[in-house]
């Protein structure tokens, strides 16, 4: 079932401005009072980047890469592809979640106890929903992005991030086959009031088709999943 009006978007900034930016941040963050779900989501989630990191780096070297991370959330991934030389442009339609991933790469990039080197560059922050985006990188990721777009709407939203990617386009969502088993515990991830925000899979297939539109095709996949975390990867690369 599709939202009626299609206020999505005006729903998911307003949740991720506000009570999911509060969970997100403690889900994505480091501190203990995680509950048992939350962790299990923040075990998954960890796992998703470590799998882009590892789809990236076998590709060859990051340094100087240019990289945009389209929904940056609190900087997970930005973060540590900083570390790894690229200049990163990462975005977010949340203002609250970008001010929390520029203070978290400064803590972690730039402290005297993290002397990396070469030093690395600074990620471009920026408050701007991905459909605004423009520019050309080498590689464009969205993670974990898609469950707020309905299939509808996901078509668009690949094409649009496979125009700014030059070489790669690595993308993360929930599978539709853990439909009904992901239904049960839509109430986890967005329990209380937020409930009113959706969470959409897709199906593989629909992901992959909306890619050969664009001219593009999936090089590489892979599959995380705990008990509460789902997510499908695909790398795609120009056809
Ligand atoms: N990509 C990050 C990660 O994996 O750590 C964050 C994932 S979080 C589940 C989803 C993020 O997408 C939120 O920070 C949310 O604000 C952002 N988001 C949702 N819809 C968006 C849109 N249309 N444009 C930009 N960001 C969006």
Redesign the pocket.
């Known amino acids: 079932a599709e939202e009626v009006g299609g206020g999505d978007?005006e729903v998911?900034?307003e949740y991720?401005n506000n009570s999911g930016f509060q969970r997100?941040r403690k889900i994505?963050g480091e501190t203990d009072d995680v509950n048992k779900v939350q962790l299990d989501i923040r075990i998954g989630?960890s796992k998703?980047?470590e799998n882009v990191m590892k789809m990236l780096t076998d590709e060859g070297p990051l340094q100087g890469v240019t990289v945009c991370?389209?929904?940056?959330?609190?900087g997970?991934?930005s973060i540590p592809l900083a570390k790894e030389g690229a200049i990163v442009s990462a975005?977010?339609?949340?203002a609250a979640?970008v001010a929390e991933a520029e203070k978290q790469a400064k803590e972690e990039l730039f402290t005297s106890k993290n002397e990396l080197s070469p030093a690395p560059v600074m990620p471009k922050f920026e408050v701007?929903?991905?459909?605004s985006l423009d520019g050309k990188y080498d590689t464009v990721v969205?993670?974990?992005?898609l469950?707020?777009y309905p299939q509808s709407k996901a078509d668009a939203m690949i094409a649009h991030l496979a125009s700014l990617a030059e070489n790669r386009l690595i993308l993360s969502f929930a599978p539709k086959t853990f439909y009904y088993d992901l239904l049960k515990r839509v109430g986890e991830l967005f329990p209380g009031p937020s409930k009113a925000t959706r969470a959409y899979l897709h199906a593989e297939a629909d992901v992959e088709r909306a890619l050969q539109k664009v001219g593009w095709r999936i090089r590489k996949k892979g599959l995380i999943t705990t008990q509460f975390y789902f997510a499908k990867l695909v790398e795609a690369v120009p056809a």
């Open positions: 978007k998911v900034k991720f997100w994505y989630h998703t980047v991370d389209a929904g940056c959330g609190t997970c991934l975005s977010d339609i949340s979640m701007n929903d991905l459909e969205c993670l974990d992005v469950i707020h």
